[in-house]
């Protein structure tokens, strides 16, 4: 009997130890399954079907107010094709998996009075394509910089131009977005009816300097040139 009984025993605990391997084994797995991150192919369109590239695309857990703020959960920049792809960490991205419905919504961060953007759901595949984001109508305000008296500059130094917008003096500002100016000319695509806010600096990013605003195009198609003389000692 006891011999029954001993026997009985070591099975059970050889039982234990082989559940606890295959657990152990299985627990990494699991772990990494878990844990991985979250991307997000993203294609931009303006309004005519064509690719709109160097437009920054973020991801949030939140509809964008009107001026597209929003706190970004991932980001990245359309490249010439106008796509682009978000990673999202991986803690960030279990959290928005957790559950089913509408948890996450793409934002353009491009000039406009509402910010372009639209809602996803976090556990549904991607389109083969990429999750489309297009643009509405745009025109074109095109800064360039001149010296300190309104003269062209011969040899225009590097720049990086900090620009909000406003659709009106009581709506709040935009996000900032930074654009690189190596020639002393910067086009900026935009909705129509802003007012810009504008900073430059030189490449390096120091002693930023404020310019007066600007006016963006009245309507879709049209193009504003505005120059802005650069401070006295911009070098």
């Not at 910010?115 to 976090?122: E, G, M, S, V």
């Not at 595949?125 to 010296?147: D, K, N």
């Not at 504008?198 to 120059?227: I, K, M, N, Q, T």
Request: charged share 25%; net charge positive.
């Amino acid at each position: 009997m006891l011999r029954v009984v001993l026997a009985g025993l070591a099975v059970l605990a050889l039982s234990f130890l082989l559940a606890r391997r295959l657990t152990e084994g299985l627990r990494p797995a699991a772990a990494a399954a878990g844990a991985a991150a979250w991307e997000l192919p993203v294609q931009l369109l303006d309004a005519d079907g064509r690719p709109a590239a160097g437009v920054p695309v973020v991801l949030t857990a939140r509809p964008p107010d009107p001026a597209g703020r929003a706190p970004a959960l991932a980001r990245a920049v359309t490249g010439p094709d106008g796509r682009a792809r978000l990673t999202v960490p991986p803690g960030r991205a279990r959290r928005l998996r957790s559950g089913p419905g509408v948890r996450a919504f793409l934002v353009a961060r491009f000039p406009a009075r509402t910010a372009p953007w639209r809602a996803i759901d976090p556990a549904a595949p991607a389109p083969e394509e990429g999750w489309i984001l297009r643009l509405p109508p745009a025109g074109i305000l095109a800064l360039v910089l001149t010296g300190p008296d309104g003269e062209p500059l011969p040899d225009p130094p590097p720049a990086r131009l900090y620009l909000r917008w406003r659709a009106s003096s009581s709506s709040p500002p935009s996000p900032e977005l930074v654009r690189s100016v190596p020639d002393g000319r910067c086009e900026i695509p935009c909705g129509p009816g802003l007012r810009f806010d504008l900073e430059v600096a030189r490449a390096d990013g120091r002693r930023r300097s404020r310019l007066a605003a600007a006016d963006g195009p009245a309507a879709p198609g049209e193009r504003v040139e505005a120059a802005r003389p650069l401070p006295v000692r911009f070098d």
